[in-house]
């Protein structure tokens, strides 16, 4: 009865002229009884409203909505369903203006390998020719190329973990450094290895046999390194020419072999101090290595208190090419010269002098002239930590273009004797030419340090000074000494006023930038102190 109802709605809706008055503009018509709907229309649209009746629990009503709706009894349930009416496809949208997705494929070889070149050159070859060599197979020939390995750090992935799992470690890197090497290594220039701890001569061999072009090996942390694997890779690889053995548990028999080998070509050698240094300088001593540039010596962690013995004048004589010599953080006593023996040849080529230590140590002035009196080049000294080395013994040295000075103290005794006087006869010397200048630590006096700093003020013909670090940690620098610099020296970068007991609070710290620089040269000129 409910449908016959909605039908003759239907009926009289399609034959009720369009224009209606108010009143019935919204009629209603009631369902015969036990229907249970209200029927109403508004403007031929159908609504179909529940009448109250009683409220059925809440499971009844969520059963009623989870319930499949069935048809309507009657004729129209029935009827066939009405075929759906087929909709025109719609136009496939026009593609966005964007990269092509194959433009990695259409570059040319050499193009995409200056491309990695630029960036191996930036960050290295790993990971990123991994990576790269998964893209395309453009790609990875491009990554396979031999020129853009020629720089490689090899590490065991579980260096830290125990030692079962860590020679596990080792044999799988290995394993893949087997295929890896012939195919990518025939280019290889520096190779680095570290934390290897059981397979250090198997690498060697690989090298060996694969990187003829091999010039610099570094070795850190690694053990079990023989005098057999070093001279094997000295023979194999005739331009090696650099050796860095800092950190590392080396045999002095093998080094002293592999320098006996590939001695003459030698440039450059990085040692760590032990009790094996001596017979590794007794061969440098004998003229081992006569075109070796580059020496450094240095404490491991556990500092070993053994005096180092140097003799000066024999390391001139076995080393008469050597640029750099650096002796950090050692103990070491430089055996005097006999009686009536000439002064040694010198360093001629010398650049760079650093006998940097973080205690007291034996480097007096007459050290220091035995090492620098033919080093008329140097252009970098540095002796931190020397107390004992005054202004008036670096005034005689016959360098004259220096250009790093570092003299600060760290960590010295309170019962040193300093100099008070002297700073002068330093910078007036290589004001122009001095960029870098660490006086921390120091006890010169306020007009011993305005003296100094005053060089600064006026450089032969008008120039600006060149200097652009200047430490002054815990001296007597005043206010008007600081300000005069800053203004003198406009590429002044980094400035240390950390514990100056002169200065005003708030301004003892270091400055960075020019920005920070020029921030305390206005906080100076405006500071009460300062007039």
Known sequence: MAAAASRRVRRRARAAPRARSADDWWWDRLAPSGSGYHLLQADSVLLVLSEPGPARPRAQRRAARRAPRQPPPGPRAAAKPKPKARLRPEPAP???????????????????????????????????????????????????????????????PLASRPANGRVKAEKKLLASLEWLMPSRFSQLQRLTLIHWKSQVHPVLKLVGESCPRLTFLKLSGCHGVTADALVMLAKACCQLHSLDLQHSMVESTAVVSFLEE???????????????????????????????????????????????????????????????????????????????????????????????????????????????????????????????????????????????????????????????????????????????????????????????????????????????????????????????????????????????RCLPRGLKRAYRGLEEVQWCLEQLLTSPSSS
């Not at 203006?97 to 790993?126: H, K, N, S, T, Y």
């Not at 002064?343 to 007291?360: D, K, Q, R, V």
């Not at 309170?414 to 001095?434: F, I, N």
């Not at 002054?472 to 008007?480: I, K, N, Y």
């Open 262 to 500: 590939a001695g003459p070509r030698m440039r450059k050698l990085w040692l760590t101090y032990s009790s094996q240094t001596t017979a590794i300088l007794g061969a440098l001593l004998g003229s081992c290595c006569p075109q070796l540039q580059v020496l450094e010596v240095s404490t491991d962690l556990n500092r070993n208190t053994i005096p180092l013995q140097l003799p000066v004048e024999a390391l001139q004589k076995g080393c008469p090419q050597l640029q750099v010599l650096r002796l950090l953080n050692l103990m070491w006593l430089p055996k005097p010269p006999g009686r009536g023996t000439a002064p040694g040849p010198g360093f001629p080529s010398l650049e760079e002098l650093c006998l940097a230590s973080s205690s007291c140590n034996f480097v007096s002035n007459e050290v220091v002239g035995r090492l620098l009196h033919g080093s008329p080049n140097l252009r970098l000294l540095d002796l931190r930590g020397c107390a004992r080395i005054t202004p008036a013994g670096l005034q005689d040295l016959p360098c004259r273009e220096l250009e790093q000075l570092h003299l600060g103290l760290y960590g010295t005794s309170d019962r040193l004797t300093l100099a008070k006087e002297g700073s002068p006869l330093l910078t007036r010397k290589w004001c122009h030419t001095l960029r870098e200048l660490d006086l921390s630590g120091q006890g010169f006096s306020e007009k011993d340090l305005e003296q100094a700093l005053a060089a600064f003020l006026s450089t032969p013909g008008g120039s600006h000074p060149a200097l652009c670090s200047l430490n002054l940690r815990g001296t007597r620098v005043t206010p008007s000494t600081v300000s005069s610099v800053i203004s003198s020296c406009p590429g002044l970068l980094y400035l240390n006023l950390e514990s100056c």
């Open 94 to 156: 026009a593609p966005e203006d964007g990269p092509d997705a194959g433009w990695g494929d259409r570059i040319p070889l050499e193009i995409l390998v200056q491309i990695f070149r630029l960036l191996v050159a930036a960050e290295g070859p790993m990971p990123f020719l991994g990576r790269a060599a998964r893209v395309c197979r453009r790609w990875q020939e491009a990554a396979s190329q031999p020129a853009l390995w020629h720089t490689v750090t090899l590490s065991p």
